[in-house]
């Protein structure tokens, strides 16, 4: 790979050769996947992108959807160090990020050493992340928005790419702790997991069922994923671009000069100035894969469910009425004009 990083006098040509390069990369981590996780290429291509961007994916949906094989299939295909971590409301923070153990030394006498936890990874699957408390998730928050760990008076970083797949099932409360919304936040995008299409269920039984099954080969390394992020990053955004991903993001605040009716009636807390971060971060991705190294309003309207979903908080008028995110996000979009 020759150029990663793009300047601010990069040409044409050398801006299509690097959306080349990042379409190739993504083309083969999707087929990987593929081999074993059908359908929803949607749902796989958001993950990729989230994974290409830095950030963080949070995974909805009722119990045998193929959340965790996803995260699991996808973990297979990167050369990357995997950890899963399966949450329980007994957890405590000092399960997942580590502790101090006292060892005895060779010659005589002891010493205390840090043995890590698994969040100490690269590829981090939090399972049913809401059985978590909020002491343990405190941790987690920090690992997600630091890329780092604090055991006694010790900072400890955390390896280079990091990104964490959580799942969690919207149906059962007992035993769950529904997240805050500062963790909540630190999500890039929420994608909903729904059911397989009827023609889905045959390939799924077929791989599932019989003697062979699929095996999933590593096709990227944390050098390439990190390359890939240098690209996303120098991807240039017009400022008319900016203007519209700001003014969409504020149409979710109730109050704004931009925001709906609907919005001011059903909502307490719009998406915070992470969400415009978000949706820049997705559209860059979004024009790479379209060939193209510049973003447009659409690509950022692409992206605005699963950056905005998860960041809008209803207020009680907006339960009792059954408003749902997504319709407002709709509604948010359909108001906003490209032009300041």
Not at 91 to 100: F, N
């Amino acid at each position: 790979m020759n150029k990663t990083v793009a300047d601010p006098h990069t040409s044409s040509a050398d801006a299509h050769e690097q959306a080349a390069q990042f379409r190739s990369v993504f083309d083969r981590l999707k087929r990987e996947v593929q081999k074993m996780f059908v359908g929803h290429d949607d749902l796989v291509e958001t993950t990729l992108s989230v994974l290409l961007a830095d950030g963080h994916v949070l995974l909805e949906g009722v119990p045998g959807l193929g959340k965790t094989l996803l995260a699991r299939t996808l973990a297979s295909a990167l050369r990357l160090e995997f950890s899963r971590i399966q949450f329980t409301p007994d957890l405590m923070p000092a399960d997942i990020i580590g502790t101090m153990v006292l060892y005895e030394k060779e010659g005589g006498g002891h010493e205390l050493r840090f043995a890590q936890g698994p969040l100490v990874a690269n590829f981090v699957l939090a399972d049913e992340i809401n059985r978590a408390t909020p002491k343990t998730q405190s941790a987690l928050l920090e690992a997600m928005q630091e890329r780092q760990i604090s055991v006694s008076r010790n900072t400890i970083r955390l390896p280079e790419p990091f990104i964490v797949v959580a799942t969690q099932n919207p149906i059962e409360q007992e035993g769950t702790y529904p997240l805050p919304e500062a963790q909540l936040d630190r999500f890039l995008v929420k994608l909903l997991v729904g059911y397989p299409e009827e023609r889905d269920y045959h390939h799924i039984l077929e791989r599932t069922t019989e003697t062979e099954r699929p095996t999933i080969e590593p096709v990227s390394s944390a050098e390439e994923i990190m390359a890939m992020r240098r690209i996303v990053r120098s991807v240039p955004v017009s400022e008319q671009v900016r203007s519209y991903a700001i003014r969409l993001v504020m149409a979710t605040q109730p109050g704004s000069p931009h925001a709906v009716a609907a919005v001011n009636r059903a909502v307490a807390l719009g998406a915070s100035p992470r969400g415009a971060q978000a949706l820049l971060l997705l559209g860059k991705v979004r024009a790479l894969l379209g060939g193209r190294f510049a973003v447009s309003c659409q690509d950022i309207r692409d992206v605005a469910l699963p950056v905005l979903r998860h960041r809008i908080l209803l207020s009680f008028e907006g339960h009792s009425e059954g408003v749902k995110p997504d319709d407002l996000i709709r509604a948010a979009v359909n108001s906003v004009s490209e032009l300041s």
